[in-house]
């Protein structure tokens, strides 16, 4: 079965950096798009960054020039590296599966996430 397992959250400080990794299992990784999401304490999931593939990536307005998203398809890994971390960034973050290859597929799996606190 699909199966996302999320790490590499963690505490870090305003300016600090981290590096999310969503190893993926279950299926094919390289036939579908991926992405990550997040939801912070009383707020609704939205969606950070996605990639197809390496010329088709999202990135939201926010987090633009600091976080860069990749995958590894041979060892069907996704990845989320992220730089000058901004308390606005702590949430729990998510790595989706879209339906198919495209990034406004909608998601269909979800894994357990990964808690991201930022913080002096």
């Known amino acids: 079965q699909v199966q996302l397992l999320e790490s590499g959250g963690g505490l870090a400080q305003p300016g600090g950096s981290l590096r999310l990794s969503c190893h993926a299992s279950?299926?094919?990784?390289?036939?579908?798009?991926m992405s990550w999401a997040r939801q912070a304490p009383g707020k609704g999931l939205e969606r950070v960054s996605g990639?197809?593939?390496?010329?088709?990536?999202y990135y939201k307005n926010s987090v633009k020039g600091r976080f860069t998203i990749s995958r590894d398809n041979a060892n069907q890994i996704l990845y989320l590296q992220m730089n000058n971390l901004k308390p606005e960034d702590t949430a729990l973050y998510f790595c989706?599966?879209?339906?198919?290859?495209?990034?406004?597929?909608?998601?269909?799996?979800r894994g357990q996430g990964t808690q991201v606190t930022v913080s002096s």
């Open positions: 279950g299926f094919t990784f390289s036939n579908y798009a």
């Open positions: 990639i197809a593939n390496d010329t088709n990536t």
């Open positions: 989706l599966r879209h339906r198919a290859w495209g990034l406004n597929d909608p998601s269909d799996y």
